[in-house]
Every structure is written in C-alpha cells, then in structure tokens.
C-alpha cells in the first residue's frame, strides 16, 4: 500500500493539469478528427464524408499557397527572431547595471496586447505601404512578429547563457581568446538545448500565426498573407465548412509535428 | 501532504463539473446589430422592445447587440456550437447559404399575418424556393456623395454624375492632391458596397441567370473593373484602395480626404454633413452608365432552426414587425420603412436624397455561394488595383475560382 502512496500522490498533484489538458487540447483535437471526416452543417445535420474533406484541400489552390506563404513567413521569422532574442540576451547579460530594467523594458512588447500593437505597427507602415505590397507583406508581419515575442525568446536564452561558467570564460579571456571566439566555442554550444526549445517554440508558433494576420491584413493583399491558421478560420467560420476546416486543422497539426521532430532529429544528431 | 492532495482533487472535480454547467433558460435570444448608430439610442430602443413584448406576451426574450464586424463569423461559431440565438437579424444575400446549410426556418406565416405591404424586391430578396426566411425590419439603400467643397477647390462647379465625367474630374482633384472616389478594396469589405454597384452600372453582374455560372468576367466586368483602375492611375482613388477598410468614425469623404463616393450609407452622409457643413454635402442619385443602380436591401430578422421554442420566436417576429415597433426603428436608424408608399420617417436633404435613390435600389446577386464568391473574388479585384494583374485577366482568374466552387457545390 505504502508503495502504491507516493505514485498515486504524484497523480493527484498532476491531475489538474492532466484535466486540464484532457478538456480543453486533446479533447478538442480527437473532436477535430471527428468533424474531419464529417459534413457538419450549422443546423445541426452530419453526414459521414470519409476521406472527401482531405480530398478537397489536395485540390485547393489557395490551401496548398497557403502551405507556401505559411513556410515562407517561417523561413523570415525563425531565423529572424533568433538572431534578434540572441543579440539582446547577449547585450544583457553584458550590461554592468540595470540589468533588470533593461529586461522589463525589452519583454514589455511580449506582454503587450498584440491587437493594440498591430493597429499602431499598422500605422507605422502606412507611409512606405509594407502591407499594401504584396512582395513586402510578409517580411513587415514577420517583423511585427518577431518585435511582440523576442522577449521570451531572450529570456531563456539569457537563461542558457549565464549558465556558461563565468571562470571559464574569464580563463579563455586571458588565454587570449576574442569575443567571437568565445561566442563561437564557448557560449555558443553551452546555448544549444535553449536554441533548440527557442527554434521549435517559434516554429510551431510561425505556423500556426493568425492573430497578426487577422488584426493587420485580413490575408491580403492578394492573399499573399494567407497562411494555414488564416485558412483554417476561414473555412470554418466565414464559409462554415466545419468539416474542411478540421481536416485542414489536423493537417496543420501533423505539419508542426513533423517539423518538431525533424528539428529534434537534427539536434540530437549534431550535439 | 494528504490535506493538500484532497484540495487539490476537489478543485479538479469542481472544474470539470463547472465546465459542464450550463444555466437552463427559456428565454427568445436576439441577436441585433447597431442598426441605430448612437450607442445609447440604441440600448434604450433594446430595451423597450423587451420590456414591450414582455408586457405583451408574458414570454422573455433577450437582445444581445453584437457588433457588425465578423458577424458571419460569430453567427458560424455559436452555430456550430449550439449556442446561437433563436432569431438573427440576416442580409438577403446572407440567407440562402444558410437556407442550404438547413439553418434556418421559414417565417411565411408571420409574413402573411401582418397588414402591410412589404416592398416586392425586398420579399423576393428574402425568398428562396417558394418560400420567406426573412421578416423585414427596415429597408437600406446606398448612393452617390459628393463633398462639394473639394470639387469647388479644383475648380469644379458641375458635380459628376456618369463614370466618365467622374474620370475627367479625376486629374483635376488629384491635382490638389485629393482623390475623386473613396474606394474600400479590402477583402474584408462586402463587395455590395463596392465593386458591385460598378458592376451593376456597367450592366453586369455576378452569377448568370440559373446561378450554375459567374458573369463577372464580361465586357461589363471589364469596364467596371477598368474604371477603378484607371482611377487609381489617375490618383483618382485612395493610395491605399486596394486595401482600404470603410469606416464610419474615419470616412475619408467626411475626413475631406475623397472628394466622393459611389456607394455611401445615410450615417455616413450625416458625418459628411458634420464635419464639411450641409451646403457642402450633396447627396446624389446613383452614379449613371450603362445602367443607373445601386444597393440597398432589407434587413430582415430570420428564425434559426435551433431555436430552443419556435413557437415563442415567432411571436416575437410577429411582436417585431407591428407599425409601431418598426417604426420607432426606422426613426432612431435613419433606415426606410419595408412598405411600399412608406416615405422616410425624417425628411430633410439626407433623407430626400436617399428616398430619391430608393428605386435603383437592387438587393445584390443573392446566391447560396454569394459571400463565397466574394472572398474569392476580391483579392483579384486587389490584384488589378495593385497592377498585378490587367482587369481581363483578375477577373478571367476569379471566375475560374468561382465556376470551379460552383460547380462543385452543384
């Protein structure tokens, strides 16, 4: 019995979140499935539809550039928001005082309302009409992007990199070692398990983007801002294809998926 | 560590079960959109109609004012949710795509039941089948706004009234630096209000007459299409036209920012009147082409298949569309009377201008893929004003679109 108290005390503890989880992710994601294969009209009538809501995304133009548009905005925002979470870590932890301020002040865009701050970053691109071209569109969202969530970003990776023995970067110093060269052999690979949580975390965050695109551009200009998440609302809820719209839903998921565990593959094979 | 674990089991439970809690409620839902613009107008209208059926019929019936913005949206949601209203306040060419997706129930009988007589065009527009999924509340139409000051100031003194007078204004104003058409090309716009009545005017429209085909990418298409364009190339529309969000707070001809508008709603026109004084705002017919037309379309309250008690929403409906109710509407919005021989409820320039353009009034290409068709269309139309594309080929481009939607849902 008493061997039986302390997993069973463990589950106690872990169960709201196992709830939590339960009712409101993996619930929601096998009721997806469900509807996938499914003609789900709003009056309340379903019909089993088998494969034809896949079918039907294979066969969409717009769903498979949305595909395009959605590895695009990722291909500028990953890298970018690394670069940038990377550079303001770095610069962080180097200041001698102030230290704190300076993290407030630069996680202050992650806790800001992303509504407000996509109507003022609306305005700052009217003059040069980055959201009117559609060749500028995704750059200026990734932008956006990369400006509302490098704060947490930087927040772990700052994390990563004061895990770095300062001794040992102090010894290198006086070896004669550069800044780069330091960065480069010695803070760099000591970053790797933080880089790799910062990459998968903003992947799956660039692929499943929607807000920006639904406060600043309603998928436009000429849908060059039209990504999957966009997509996926737009089936479901402006033409209420419920059934296309999961199927289009699990789609994304298995996407995010598969690029996780490729990510994972890919660190693990280069430690 | 026990105590802790059994709180913390407790708690648990406690979510789950208020997860599932739902408040049992009898209650007829409304689901009304500020049809008054003045907030406060509008709260109090609210509430003297539920307290006014209440009295009358001893059943309760709820209003929930929504916002206009996203409204397919919200209405889709709470649809697939199961928690939508009983009765939803529905535009024509909203309600045969929800007659298809067997959302709605017919409401023919409360239509008969009443004394009045409703505008043909609005009961058609409301009908699909032989049958009527809408009660009309009150009739809208759009048309031509000038503010006169600008076109004075470019040394305009005949104010344009066919398509291609508006285009030789155009260099003119865009000489001072101010567009001759304000033009809200986002795809998030209704094209009812924008590109359509262009359409209309140049003799097209969107579907053909078995609705199996679209008829956009016509000669007529073209033109209106064409006309925009080279607007725009002219400096005749807004830098941001292919873009644009039509705003009530912001209206660009009311800002002085356009000096017109080809389809502008009578809220709109009284802010025009506000910012640039009466004797600079005009309220004009629709503009003239091949044909002269413009939209305007009943709005209509349509019972949901959903609906907890049909019975009590029906007399609700019937409640809705006595005199007095629809009157008192139509004073606080600015909106027409739904009956025929019915004259504006407060006549003054505004009015008389929008009373004038009642009869081009045409409710839009009702279709069950009509708002469909507007998505697919109008990022082509973005297209051609961005120079991506030649009028011909966007809309060559979105008719392949949309025959291949229609053929499908066929």
């Known amino acids: 019995m008493s061997r039986l108290r302390e997993p069973l005390t463990v589950l106690v ?91 407030a002040a630069l996680l202050a865009p992650y806790v800001t309302s992303l509504v407000l701050s996509g109507v003022i970053w609306k305005w700052l691109f009217e003059p040069a009409g980055l959201l009117r071209d559609p060749s500028t569109v995704l750059p200026a969202l990734a932008v956006v992007g990369v400006w509302k969530g490098f704060g947490y970003a930087m927040l772990v990776l700052l994390a990563g990199i004061r895990n770095v023995p300062a001794d ?34 903003e992947t799956i965050g660039a692929f499943q983007v929607f807000d920006l695109i639904y406060v600043m551009t309603g998928g436009g200009p000429v849908r060059a801002s039209y990504t999957l998440a966009y997509a996926v609302y737009q089936y479901g809820f402006t033409y209420v294809e419920i059934g296309k719209a999961a199927a289009a839903g699990l789609v994304l998921w298995a996407i995010v998926l598969l690029v996780s565990l490729t990510q994972r593959r890919a660190f693990e094979r280069n430690p | 560590m026990k105590r802790t674990a059994a709180l913390v089991a407790a708690c648990t439970v406690a979510t789950l079960t208020g997860c599932g809690a739902r408040p049992g409620d009898d209650a007829v839902t409304l689901w009304m959109y500020p049809v008054i613009a003045d907030q406060a107008q509008n709260r109090a209208y609210w509430q003297k109609v539920e307290a006014g059926f209440e009295a009358e019929h001893g059943l309760k ?137 262009l359409l209309w005017q140049a003799g097209g429209s969107v579907f053909n007459e078995e609705g199996t085909k679209s008829a956009f990418s016509s000669a007529q298409g073209v033109d209106a299409l064409r006309f925009l364009v080279d607007l725009n190339a002219m400096g005749g529309l807004p830098r941001d036209a292919a873009t644009k969000r039509a705003r009530l707070v912001d209206d660009a001809v009311a800002a002085g920012k356009a000096a017109m508008s080809h389809s502008m709603v009578s809220t709109t026109a009284r802010n025009v009147v506000r910012s640039a004084g009466a004797e600079n705002t005009v309220v004009g017919a629709p503009l003239r082409h091949r044909a002269q037309v413009t939209f305007g379309q009943p709005g209509a309250l349509s019972l949901l298949r959903t609906a907890k008690n049909p019975d009590a929403a029906r007399k609700f409906l019937s409640y809705m569309t006595t005199p007095k109710v629809i009157e008192e509407l139509c004073v606080h919005s600015g909106f027409f009377l739904p009956w025929t021989g019915a004259m504006p409820p407060v006549v003054d320039d505004v009015d008389k201008g929008f009373a004038q353009a009642l009869e081009f009034a045409r409710a839009g290409d009702t279709h069950p893929q009509a708002r469909r068709v507007m998505g697919l269309l109008a990022p082509h139309l973005q297209a051609a004003l961005l120079g991506e594309r030649t009028p011909e080929q966007a809309l060559a481009d979105a008719a392949v679109e949309v025959d291949a939607l229609l053929q499908q849902k066929r």
């Open chain 2, 61 to 197: 019936v709820r209003i929930e004012l929504q916002p206009w913005e996203s409204r397919q949206e919200k209405l889709g949601a709470a649809l697939m949710a199961g928690s939508g209203p009983d009765v939803v306040l529905l535009q024509p060419d909203m309600i045969p795509q929800y007659v298809e997706e067997k959302a709605l129930l017919p409401v023919g009988d409360v239509l008969k039941a009443g004394d009045r007589q409703y505008r043909p065009s609005a009961i058609t527009a409301l009908t699909v089948g032989d049958q009527a999924y809408g009660l009309p509340l009150y009739q809208t139409v759009t048309t031509t706004v000038y503010n006169r000051k600008l076109f004075t100031e470019a040394g305009i003194t005949e104010l344009p009234d066919t398509w291609d007078e508006v285009r030789a204004a155009a260099p003119k104003l865009a000489a001072k630096g101010v567009p001759v058409l304000d033009y809200a090309g986002s795809t998030e716009e209704t094209l009812n209000m924008t590109f359509y009545p």
């Open chain 1, 168 to 201: 040992c970067l102090e010894a290198a110093k006086v070896d004669g070692a550069s800044v780069w060269q330091r960065f480069r052999h010695m803070i760099l690979p000591s970053l790797r398990p933080a880089i790799f949580f910062v990459v998968v975390v």
């Open chain 1, 13 to 103: 503890f872990l169960l709201p979140v196992l709830v939590l989880f339960g009712a409101f992710r993996f619930l929601p994601m096998l009721g997806a499935a469900g509807l996938s294969v499914t003609d789900y009209q709003p009056g309340g009538d379903v019909e089993f539809a088998g494969a034809e809501n896949y079918a039907s995304l294979v066969g969409d133009d717009h769903f498979l550039a949305s595909l395009r548009t959605t590895l695009t905005y990722a291909a500028i925002y990953v890298p970018l928001i690394l670069v940038v979470a990377l550079g303001t870590a770095l610069l962080l932890h180097s200041v001698p005082w102030g230290r704190g301020f300076f993290r």
